[in-house]
């Protein structure tokens, strides 16, 4: 198997610690708090957003002992959006291993090889596969809201907070994700290389090569759909805490 250095991983979510050792940046982890680093995030607007729903008192949307007997199907819809976005990263065609993929007839002389592998593929599947989580998410956020909003005072006042910090911070959010895929290509490069530089010595050496052709490609898979995995974790905290409010409440 092909593998790289390895660097100390960071703590936090696993997004964050897979991250960090597949990549070659060095970030420190940050000393400021959670709170310190949303309000840097927020801007005067958005503070005027929050402070209304928080000292609003919202009206109810409808019945509250209409909107608990179908709590169930809430929990069934979070497992199913869950489940189906996990899949949807399993069996991407881009990310299925060597042996699940249909390998391509060379015209020169009618072996069957591999297609050359270039990264604008698997940046296009990363950033598609990051269109349906936030589609899906996004969906799932706003149906459970109006789950909450049928609830409590309380609960229907943390429905308006949690659309608003869906509005103020997933610009943000947006644009840090989208960086993950230009991360990924460093370690989609350094990959190749340590398996060229491999089979160089083996060649130079006389040694029989070490590793099969091409095995560092089904590693990068394996590591790019473990991040997206972990990615969908990120992105789904905010529906697993109004999924929590509403067992609750």
Known sequence: MVQVPQRTALSGPALIRLLAR????????????????LSQWLG???AIGLSTA?????????????????????????VRVRSSLASAIVRDGTLAPTRQRKPVRAPQDGADVEAPADYAVFRQSYLSLQ???????????????????????????????DAVMERS???????????????????????REAERAARAHADASGDAPAVK???????????????????????????????AALRAS
Do not use: Y
């Not at 309380?154 to 308006?160: D, E, T």
């Not at 911070?169 to 990959?191: I, K, M, Q, T, Y």
């Open 169 to 191: 911070l997933s610009p943000r959010e947006r644009n840090l994700l989208a960086a993950v895929p230009d991360l990924l290509a460093g370690h989609f490069d350094r990959l």
């Open 54 to 78: 928080l000292n609003g008192n919202p009206p109810l949307s409808g019945a509250g002992a209409g909107a608990r007997a179908v709590s169930n199907a809430e929990e069934k819809e979070c």
């Open 131 to 161: 269109q349906g989580m936030e589609t899906g998410i996004a969906s799932l956020r706003s149906r459970l809201r109006a789950m909450l909003a049928a609830r409590t005072p309380a609960m229907a006042r943390l429905a308006v907070v």
């Open 44 to 46: 005067w607007t958005d």
């Open 213 to 243: 052709p091409g095995a560092w490609l089904d590693v990068f898979r394996k590591d790019m759909q473990s991040v997206l995995l972990a990615e969908l974790d990120v992105r789904f905290q905010p529906a697993e805490g109004l999924l």
């Open 22 to 37: 597949l990549t070659a940046l060095d970030v420190p982890e940050s000393s400021q708090s959670i709170s310190d680093r």
